[in-house]
């Protein structure tokens, strides 16, 4: 289940129900797929083959489809991020600096852990969404944000798209963080 933590306050929100409030507040879509699905073998599994991949998108067909249907997504894929990533620390460094996209930025985790840092609204600032397994958030359009891995820095997620180039960042300079 995410947590939240508002960057200025440092108060924390827990619980489904108040995150999901929250998080619709600042117009952040926060849904759950149920990882019950995930057959053992590729549960907290990191390194995954092109074949684990497609059965993990395959398990999930159903709720992609819906979430597709619902939000005009085109295409999706699963990545995966832990210490055995080639140039880890370079592509951390990169996800780790404030941008927008065209397009929303949703993810579905499905192993591991991450955090979304977010803009929100003028009241509340920066704010954390801490994800784990079954969490399901997308990040609206146009809105600053960035995102890194939690200490034990393994991830597996599924992203869907819009359109390919739809992801492309542009960095926010100033971003008052
Ligand atoms: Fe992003």
Not at 61 to 83: F, M, N, P
Not at 110 to 133: Q, S, T
């Amino acid at each position: 289940m995410a947590e939240i933590v508002i960057r200025n306050t440092n108060e924390r929100i827990s619980g489904e129900e108040n995150v999901r409030q929250f998080l619709n507040s600042q117009e952040v879509v926060y849904e759950h797929w149920n990882m019950d699905k995930l057959p053992q073998e590729l549960q907290e599994q990191f390194s995954l083959s092109d074949d684990d991949k497609k059965r993990i998108l395959d398990i999930f067909d159903e709720e992609i489809r819906d979430l597709a249907a619902r939000r005009g997504y085109k295409i999706w894929d699963v990545i995966t991020l832990s210490e055995s990533t080639p140039n880890l620390e370079e592509l951390l460094q990169k996800f780790e600096e404030v941008h927008t996209h065209t397009e929303d930025e949703i993810r579905a985790i499905v192993g591991g852990k991450g955090i979304f840092i977010i803009k929100g609204a003028e009241d509340v600032g920066y704010f954390n969404v801490e994800l784990e397994p079954g969490d399901v958030i997308s990040v609206p359009e146009n809105t600053p944000h960035f995102f890194t891995l939690m200490d034990n820095k393994q991830i597996v997620a599924v992203r869907l798209f819009i359109e390919a180039n739809g992801w492309i960042a542009t960095p926010v300079p100033n971003p008052g963080l």
